[in-house]
């Protein structure tokens, strides 16, 4: 490593309610392949390639979501210098130096950080490394950069920079200062007068430089994060903090920690086709459209429709004689909104949350460490599950007070054991496991294992598992993780 490499900082924590049914709690928007085939978090990592002097990313993650993070980075195999895991979220600040303190602590206090949200699209790539390479010459003297998007229409969902002077040998302007969101008339005030920019929430700085500001405006950030990382405990791809002393953390942003108190911030325009993905409408904005400026994706058909977006996950979708609708449907729920009030999706997500329904939280398919399952049918004492067990996963050794299993193999080679036997099933064989018997499922093969499991009892939660056993360092007494 140079003095001066860049690490990327990705932070990938967030929920995304406004992009609901597709972007849930346990599975936000930058973990879904929202603009094509490959995920926001993995075209935040992929649009790098080619920036000079670049090392490997350091992630921030939610604990939940360090699966899904470690899954996407492999099936890209892309290399990373550690997923550090925030036991609670605490906003961006605590976040942005518990990446400066760990890589200090690789004796990396040069380093520039390039800290980057995960659900952010960028269209012209070449545009946004030249921005990178101005901003780290103006890191390398000593400044705090950040990244400003040349606005193109008065938009009032965005904070805003003013920029100041021009800073001699640099491509960058000071801050003058932060603005919060405006009304639309200041919005379109500031787009007039060409002297403002959005704020994109991208940054790069030296650490040993962010950490020194911290010390000096937010103390009580660098002591908690200093006792969080006191002794970090790797687990598998992960590194888990002291829980506690993160979460004494104050909440709050680096903007207000930091950029905005410092003598030293300035400013990178940045014109590149920059979204922040916030909502269905901005999806709409950065997708390919047909003649009819319709975004279709999935199984879907159109007569005399115009600028719609429909997502079709599960089945046929079809729209006739409508205009500017977003259609999302999914295997459990359907969105249907007017894109003018897409921004209002969330009041849905807020009332699913009152009601307590799953829906909130938890697509019907969800994603495990060794695989995925999918509940296709249920009933008062029963539930069908299609469960898949990527090769040479395992799920965890467990039982169950309340149901007995039924497991029928559909394809694949799967390694059972149930109680002191252990049996080798192959397509179209089953087995039982009955109420309170210790068992496990395996993939021993190269393919993928496929199995319908139907489910009977009194009480068929999924809070009713005992793990007594598990290679993926999940709780024992817990099987949400």
């Known amino acids: 490593m140079t003095p001066t490499s860049i690490i990327p900082v990705i932070l990938s924590g967030g929920s995304g309610t406004r992009l609901w049914p597709m972007s849930r709690q346990l599975r936000p928007k930058q973990f879904l392949p929202m603009v094509d085939q490959l995920s926001l978090f993995q075209n935040t990592l992929q649009r790098l390639q080619g920036v000079t002097e670049l090392e490997e990313a350091l992630i921030i993650c939610n604990e939940e979501h360090r699966f899904m993070v470690a899954e996407q980075l492999r099936s890209l195999n892309l290399q990373h210098q550690g997923i550090l895991l925030e036991p609670v979220g605490r906003n961006t600040a605590p976040a942005i130096a518990l990446a400066a303190l760990y890589l200090a602590q690789q004796g990396k206090t040069e380093a520039l950080l390039l ?57 960058a302007k000071r801050v003058a200062a932060f603005v919060e969101k405006p009304n639309a008339i200041t919005a379109a005030a500031y787009l007039e007068s060409g002297n403002y920019l959005w704020n994109s929430g991208m940054f790069l700085f030296r650490a040993d430089r962010l950490l020194a500001e911290l010390a000096k405006y937010q103390p009580d950030i660098i002591a908690q994060c200093q006792l969080a990382l006191a002794q970090p405990r790797p687990d598998l791809d992960f590194i888990r903090l002291q829980a506690a002393a993160f979460a004494a953390c104050p909440s709050i942003s680096i903007d207000y920690a930091v950029m905005e108190r410092t003598t030293d911030a300035v400013v990178i325009p940045l014109d590149a ?77 807020g009332q699913l949350q009152t009601q307590q329904r799953p829906e909130a939280s938890i697509h019907r398919e969800v994603n495990r460490p060794w695989g995925s399952y999918d509940c296709i049918d249920n009933g008062a004492r029963f539930q069908v ?80 598992i005992v793990r007594f056993e598990d290679a993926y360092g999940r709780p024992l007494e817990s099987c949400y993780a």
């Open 273 to 349: 086709g920059w979204n922040d993905v916030g909502a269905w409408s901005a999806v709409w904005e950065v997708s390919p459209h047909n003649e009819q400026h319709n975004v279709l994706r999935g199984d879907t058909l159109t007569h005399n429709a115009h600028n719609n977006l429909v997502y079709a996950e599960h089945r046929l979708v079809t729209l006739v004689g409508v205009d500017n609708l977003t259609v999302v449907e999914t295997k459990d729920a359907v969105l249907v909104a007017h894109r003018d009030h897409v921004q209002d999706v969330k009041q849905i997500v």
């Open 385 to 464: 599950k299609r469960i898949v067990v990527k090769p040479g996963a395992k799920l965890s050794l467990q039982m169950h007070h309340h149901r007995a299993e039924h497991w029928i193999v559909v394809s694949g080679t799967a390694e059972v054991r149930c109680g002191d036997k252990t049996l080798l099933l192959t397509e179209n064989q089953s087995t039982y496991i009955p109420l309170g018997e210790l068992h496990s499922l395996a993939n021993p093969g190269k393919l993928p294992l496929e199995i319908i499991e139907i489910q009977s009892g009194s009480y068929l939660g999924e809070d009713d």
């Open 115 to 171: 800290v980057l949200p995960a659900d952010h699209v960028i269209q012209d790539q070449a545009a946004f490394h030249q921005a990178i390479q101005a901003a780290a010459h103006a890191a390398r003297e000593g400044y705090l950069a950040t990244f400003g998007i040349v606005p193109q229409h008065a938009e009032t969902g965005y904070g805003y920079i003013q920029q100041g002077e021009t800073i001699a040998g640099l491509t």
